[in-house]
């Protein structure tokens, strides 16, 4: 095994939200609905875009970076208007309070959706002129609206933010009347940047950053999201991009199209190819800002966060979709008023790519002793009688506090025909000052958490019915890459 420099134990640690499908214009929700004479009525008592998402935001400080990605469809039509409606959302996004803090352009990460191109022009320029336009505006350099495949794809952020963000147009060529009318396509030029951009950051810092792609379109078309008479609407070239993400361990991929908010696990391997071993977590957002909703679904985004633990190859995410309800109990648009946000799915994952649980050693002895031997040898029902069939658990995972590496999750099993204690006092020593301390009434599993940075051998004080106490102990570690170099 492998030794560890304590300093190896350093995590990364960001907060994403993730925003797609906003459609500035005709279809967005934070405009009043048309009247029948088919103009807007007065907007006073409907809140922006801007406004609705900032009460949504005051959450404290995280005390690690917050970004945001941005992915397509800021627009309806591609019109020069709804471009300058979502402009000053994104510069007002950058200036409010997002978790403590005004976050700034620098912290926000934009791809083009289908929408946002001019989807009956046939030549580039005119096609990307005006999403160009805006990226200029907020950027302060040019975009060539004739060369977007030329625009920039990777982000190296690793010293102030810790990231790696790519950027990747699926929305190049769709074109009204063409196969790319409805599919995204990642041309080979952009793949082909994509690797040489991420060969060219150390593989030391690339493989210590938190690393996420941005796309527009689905790069996996599950079943659920496949819409009949559209045919394969995903994005042409997924396979070799997927492989690309794959082969430098990026961690998430963010999109969204569809306004059907998904999340899945990409890590299909073939036995015909040489394949690596971390997951994709992929994220499909709904649509923030679109009254064009699946079953009349709420609109909603992402938020997410990850951490990384480096030398264990082990991540971690919690993605919260939150949702904004707009319909009331009749069925129908509530007063924006009561428009309110809550949480429509939560999941926390964990990820491992190494080998973080040693495997045996094939010259490990084996040993044939007599029943006699092993009888003799054998104290296993003296503990199970000591404890009266109840034995401590732990499982490890990377801790969402900045300030801790790991979280240790403690609970007591139940052996077959166990007297369940009355309650569970857990306690890990003096450089752990936390004692908790869990009720049968409470949780029958006994179940507590400590986060930490360094290992911890923790202790259970079984308290039973006839209030005497047994003490048992479990073993919390630091994982660590124990694949064989």
């Known amino acids: 095994m492998p030794s560890v420099n304590p300093t190896d134990h350093m995590t990364r640690q960001v907060v994403i939200v993730h925003l797609s499908d906003i459609h500035f214009g005709e279809k967005h929700r934070f405009n009043p609905p048309k009247t029948p004479s088919g103009d807007r009525p007065a907007r006073t008592g409907y809140p922006t875009a801007l406004e609705k998402l900032t009460e949504d935001l005051k959450h404290a400080d995280p005390k690690c970076p917050v970004i945001f990605c941005l992915t397509g469809d800021f627009a309806e039509y591609g019109k020069t208007s709804e471009f300058g409606e979502a402009e000053v959302f994104i510069r007002g996004l950058s200036d409010t309070l997002a978790f403590g803090s005004k976050r700034g352009l620098d912290c926000m990460f934009f791809v083009e959706g289908n929408h946002d191109v001019d989807f009956a022009a046939t030549d580039l320029r005119s096609k990307h002129a005006a999403y160009a336009q805006m990226m200029a505006n907020l950027h302060k350099q040019h975009y060539d609206a ?28 769709v074109q009204k009347d063409s196969p790319d009318a409805q599919r995204g396509n990642i041309d080979v030029q952009q793949l082909g940047s994509l690797e040489k951009e991420l060969k060219a950051i150390p593989p030391d810092d690339l493989h210590g ?18 819409e009949p ?14 492989s690309i993400l794959r082969r430098h361990g990026f961690h998430m991929i963010l999109h969204g199209h569809k306004h059907d908010p998904y999340v899945f696990t990409e890590d299909a391997r073939s036995a015909f190819r040489v394949t690596h071993q971390n997951p994709i977590m992929v994220a499909a957002g709904g649509s923030f800002g679109s009254t064009e909703l699946p079953d009349r679904r709420d609109n909603c985004y992402n938020r997410i966060s990850i951490k990384w633990h480096p030398a264990a190859s082990q991540a971690r995410m919690l993605i919260e979709t939150v949702g904004l309800t707009v319909i009331d ?22 990820f491992l790519k190494g080998e973080c649980i040693p495997t045996r050693n094939p010259r490990a002895e084996t040993l044939q002793p007599s029943p006699e031997q092993l009888k003799a040898d054998d104290h296993r029902g003296d503990e199970y009688t000591r404890l009266r069939g109840n034995l401590p658990c732990v499982e490890v995972r990377p801790s969402l506090r900045p300030d801790q590496g790991y979280e240790a999750i403690v609970w007591v099993c139940e052996h077959k025909g166990a007297q369940r204690p009355k309650s569970v006092t857990w306690s890990a020593g003096p450089k752990f000052p936390k004692i908790v301390r869990v009720n049968r009434d409470v949780d029958a599993r006994f179940c507590a958490t400590f986060d930490y940075w360094g290992s911890m051998l923790i202790q259970a004080a079984m308290m039973f019915d006839d209030d005497t106490v047994q003490h048992a102990f479990v073993y919390a570690r630091i994982p660590d890459d124990c694949s064989e170099d």
Do not use: C, F, M
Not at 234 to 241: H, Q
């Open 146 to 173: 004739s060369a977007p495949h030329e625009w920039p794809v990777v982000h190296n952020r690793i010293k102030d933010l810790g990231v790696v963000v790519a950027t990747l147009n699926s929305s190049i060529y």
């Open 229 to 242: 008479g559209r045919g394969y609407d995903a994005v042409l070239n997924s396979g070799k991009l997927l």
């Open 329 to 350: 109990e009749d069925g129908q648009e509530a007063l924006p008023s009561n428009w309110t946000w809550k949480i429509l799915r939560r999941e926390d994952l964990h």
């Open 209 to 226: 950053a938190i690393k996420i792609a941005l796309i527009h379109h689905h790069p996996v078309l599950i079943p659920e999201l496949a």
